[in-house]
């Protein structure tokens, strides 16, 4: 096994062996900063604790199931969820979606709240 997956879920980063974890960095968060910032009124502004609001909501209403196996570790620069492999792959299959479609985005974004 690899120590890190970059591209099935890219730009998210599946790091696997001891420590398991799916991160987003700061250079990739920057590919969506426009559609946070259009949410500046409410205080957004993408970084890694907005995406982990975003992963909240995924997990709440997609993924109720890996609540209690996954834990989240963000910083303002980079967005970082541990747990299972096979919880951070559904995860990561999940975030990606909502990644690469910035109408898909939105909507995730209107019901997360600001961590």
């Not at 960095?25 to 957004?44: C, I, N, P, Y």
């Not at 570790?73 to 919880?87: H, I, T, Y």
Request: proline residues 4%; contains cysteine.
């Amino acid at each position: 096994m690899s120590p890190s997956d970059k591209t099935t879920f890219a730009p998210f980063i599946l790091s696997k062996g001891k420590y398991q974890s799916l991160i987003l960095s700061d250079s990739h968060m920057l590919l969506r900063t426009g559609v946070f910032e259009e949410q500046t009124a409410e205080g957004w502004s993408g970084n890694g604790y907005d995406w982990t609001s975003i992963a909240r909501v995924i997990v709440d209403e997609k993924l109720p199931g890996l609540k209690d196996d996954l834990e989240f570790d963000p910083e303002a620069c980079m967005f970082s969820a541990n747990g299972p492999l096979d919880a951070l792959k559904q995860l990561g299959g999940e975030l990606k979606k909502v990644f690469d479609d910035e109408d898909l985005l939105r909507d995730v974004l209107s019901r997360a709240a600001l961590d």
